[in-house]
């Protein structure tokens, strides 16, 4: 049973169009999390949500909108899709207390903009 | 949170033990030590993490120096699915704010185990 599921996988699309990308987590955690791995590999934390509150937005452009409807779903929905929007995007959850630099990550999502 | 520098990649016979070196010489008196590896097409995985004392779990080992300013992860009888990127990260225990759950991650040790 996958403890952090993203869907979709693979999402190709075009330029200018609007795209979602969902997450789950069964693990029972409060807060979760949006990382992007761009093309050189760097992985940087872009939201992060504890119990549907946003806590971390990283300066990240606001056609990106996460949206947690419960504290086990956290989705990122990315208007007017740019060619620099193509990376790997991860979800990721933790508990919210006791040490917090354990993260459970996803599989991740591949967003690749035509 | 503390800067971390990892050589760029690592060979490994399989079988042998992998000794990953990670060097954080401005690491602060609150600021833990973690390790995460991410294997291809997958989300990276948490391994272990330390604050001076030496950990062991079911996966690795880490080794932090007296003074802290260096660890090493130690991967005791590597095997081909160990081949990952290895990411030593520093950061500060129970980071609360905007800081919490943010990991730096720099560019990582990519570990080549062979057969």
């Known amino acids: 049973d996958t403890a952090v599921s993203q869907t979709p996988k693979y999402l190709v699309t075009q330029m200018g169009n609007d795209k979602s990308i969902k997450c789950e987590q069964n693990?029972?955690?409060?807060?979760m999390y949006w990382y992007k791995q761009d093309s050189k590999k760097f992985l940087k934390i872009m939201f992060s949500?504890?119990?549907?509150?946003?806590?971390i937005n990283e300066t990240v452009p606001n056609r990106f909108s996460p949206k947690s409807p419960d504290k086990a779903h956290l989705n990122l929905h990315i208007n007017s899709l740019e060619l620099g929007d193509s990376a790997v995007y991860f979800c990721?959850?933790?508990?919210?207390?006791?040490?917090?630099?354990?993260?459970?990550f996803g599989e991740g999502s591949r967003l690749t903009v035509l | 949170d503390a800067k971390t520098t990892q050589p760029t990649s690592m060979d490994c016979a399989e079988g042998r033990a992998a000794n990953l070196p990670c060097n954080h010489s401005?690491?602060?008196?609150?600021?833990?030590v973690y390790w995460y590896r991410q294997i291809h097409s997958q989300g990276p995985q948490y391994i272990i993490h330390?604050?001076?004392n030496n950990e062991t779990n079911e996966m690795a080992s880490l080794i932090i120096t007296e003074d802290r300013k260096s660890s090493t992860l130690i991967l005791p009888h590597a095997t081909l699915r160990d081949t990952a990127v290895y990411y030593c990260i520093v950061r500060v225990a129970s980071a609360g704010g905007t800081s919490y759950g943010k990991l730096t991650f720099g560019q990582g040790t990519i570990l080549t185990v062979h057969p």
């Open positions: 693990l029972g955690h409060d807060t």
């Open positions: 990721a959850s933790s508990p919210r207390t006791g040490v917090t630099g354990e993260l459970f």
């Open positions: 401005t690491i602060s008196g609150n600021e833990y």
């Open positions: 949500y504890n119990n549907k509150e946003l806590i």
């Open positions: 330390g604050l001076k």
